[in-house]
């Protein structure tokens, strides 16, 4: 059975993840449609993980099996023809037939775009935090999080037997213009785990989350604490993206980079003209010799009156 690895990119707005379901959008879906709409039906479709609604992905990895061999090329073409303009097949190629884009991958990547403004742009690719935050606190309680945790505070409804320990590899905190970027490097991660984290990362930028109390969540020692519920600091799914999913022998990641960036605010340049006699309040910058001047406290001149055409 002819086995393929497609990489894919999205904007997940619209979709209610990227698991198939039932009277509802869904990124696995879309891609199933445009695969049987060009003449190629899948046996068989799997991510390297499941994507919530309304999180986007910048490289996510699927394995695919076809019943009959199809040119990559044209496979690739074929399908991007039929899909969303939110949904767009970067890559496609030939895989061993054992491949399996969830088992085979050795981490995941995820990217939070935190905005420390208000964008016109950029909404739904961003969580704007309206207070004042401070990288640095953020960055050292990150830091927290790296190695063999217990997560179990930090994930929604683990299915059964699912373990909730995992080894987070590598975090990230970087400022880039009106953003703060966030990245965390895992060998997997658990329902709500990456927005739950950023969560926590927010209050801690905001001065509200003692290192201590990150500990103590993380050591199981906190309890039912009201000011240790991680759960109630869940950050929306719009900043949120799956950068990337490596498998062994492929390089590493790249420098920590905005998905959509989001330039800073600056005040405009000064005017220059600003009180100047030569300007009209409503109109652009005239030439001052085309501009009569008058004497402070002489009256303005009267509008000239609209004559009515005769016959009219």
């Known amino acids: 059975m002819p086995t393929y690895r497609l990489d894919l990119e999205y904007q997940g707005t619209r979709y209610r993840g990227w698991q198939v379901q039932e009277n509802a959008r869904s990124i696995a879906g879309e891609i199933r449609r445009a695969f049987e709409a060009a003449g190629f039906p899948i046996v068989d479709l799997g991510g390297s993980g499941r994507t919530d609604a309304g999180v986007h992905a910048l490289r996510q990895t699927a394995h695919l099996r076809l019943r009959e061999p199809v040119e990559v090329g044209r496979l690739r073409e074929a ?24 088992h085979d ?28 935050l401070d990288p640095g606190a953020m960055a050292a309680a990150a830091a927290g999080f790296v190695g063999r945790h217990d997560f179990l505070r930090f994930c929604e409804r683990p299915r059964e037997q699912e373990s909730t320990i995992v080894v987070v590899e590598g975090t990230e905190v970087a400022e880039a213009g009106g953003l703060i970027l966030v990245r965390l ?49 869940t950050a929306p799914p719009s900043g ?27 005040a405009p340049p000064e005017n220059l003209f600003l009180g100047r006699e030569d300007r009209i309040p409503g109109e652009g910058v005239r030439d001052s010799a ?16 609209l004559r009515r055409p005769s016959g009219v």
């Open 79 to 102: 399908v991007n023809s039929r899909l969303p303009h939110d949904i767009h097949v970067l890559a496609a190629a030939r895989a061993a037939d054992s491949f399996h884009a969830r």
């Open 105 to 132: 991958a050795v981490a995941r990547s995820y990217l939070y775009q935190v905005a420390r403004r208000r964008t016109g742009l950029a909404k739904t690719f961003v969580w704007w935090v309206r207070e004042p």
């Open 185 to 233: 490097v895992a060998s997997h991660f658990l329902w709500k785990m990456v927005r739950r984290v950023v969560g926590a990362l927010v209050r801690a930028g905001t001065g509200n989350l003692a290192p201590d109390a990150l500990r103590r969540i993380l050591a199981g020692e906190a309890g039912e604490d009201p000011e240790c519920q991680p759960a109630r600091w």
């Open 240 to 266: 949120l993206f799956l950068e990337r999913v490596l498998y062994p022998g492929e390089p590493p990641l790249g420098p920590l980079l905005p998905a959509v960036p989001v330039g800073a605010e600056k």
């Open 290 to 305: 085309s501009v009569p001047s008058r004497r402070a406290g002489a009256k303005p001149a009267r509008p000239a009156r």
